[in-house]
């Protein structure tokens, strides 16, 4: 049908623009990154892409989007109160996923750093984008509280500051290479599981691998 094929053209035609925007974002930076270069990178007119996109800040949230998207289902899943349990195995698989995902995206990381600090609409973009993975974690760690195997902590303080860590050293790997590029081996992905468990101690147990 006709229509049914316009709309897969136009879907493959954004699709292909992400996918250039993507490519020269990480390249070259938030703020060197113009849309007559994701054009150029997308072997597209100047104008198609106003079809899909508002500007340049618009594309990158639309990356971002789908980036996080793709974090959150290796790393969170539904909860049920009354089941869930804590299991350091799952716990530091998605640990992995999360690292997994991000060492994926490489340098576009380098260019959501310099987004964030000059695009207010990106920031506020970011901070949304994060609040899901945030109240996740915020959520286990109250239902942990609710059965007595969770220290006496703000849960929400405490998953600011696990998912901070955890997201530093995404941005400071992919941008300085720091404190070693961006990589999810065994050795960073056991360290950060580590020191997550050794943070919430569900139940008490020292040395369990990883927060659920």
Request: no cysteine; charged share 20%; proline share 3%.
């Amino acid at each position: 049908m006709p229509g049914v094929k316009r709309q897969e053209r136009a879907a493959a035609t954004q699709s292909q623009l992400l996918e250039a925007a993507r490519t020269v974002f990480a390249e070259r930076g938030y703020q060197a990154t113009s849309v007559a270069a994701i054009t150029d990178a997308a072997s597209t007119a100047h104008g198609t892409f106003y079809l899909y996109f508002r500007n340049k800040e618009d594309v990158f949230a639309q990356l971002m989007a789908s980036t996080m998207d793709e974090l959150y289902a290796h790393t969170l899943t539904e909860l049920d109160p009354d089941t869930h349990l804590y299991d350091p195995g799952a716990a530091r698989e998605r640990v992995a996923g999360f690292l997994q995902v991000a060492a994926s995206q490489g340098k576009i990381w380098r260019a959501l750093l310099e987004a964030i600090l000059v695009s207010p609409a990106i920031a506020q973009n970011w901070l949304e984008l994060r609040s899901v993975f945030h109240q996740g974690l915020a959520d286990r760690l109250a239902i942990y509280q609710s059965r007595g195997e969770f220290r006496d902590l703000d849960p929400s303080l405490v998953a600011q500051s696990l998912s901070g860590m955890l997201e530093w050293h995404v941005f400071t790997a992919a941008s300085f290479d720091v404190p070693g590029p961006l990589e999810a081996s065994d050795q960073v992905i056991d360290t950060i599981a580590d020191l997550w468990a050794s943070a919430i101690d569900v139940g008490g147990r020292k040395g369990a691998s990883a927060a659920d």
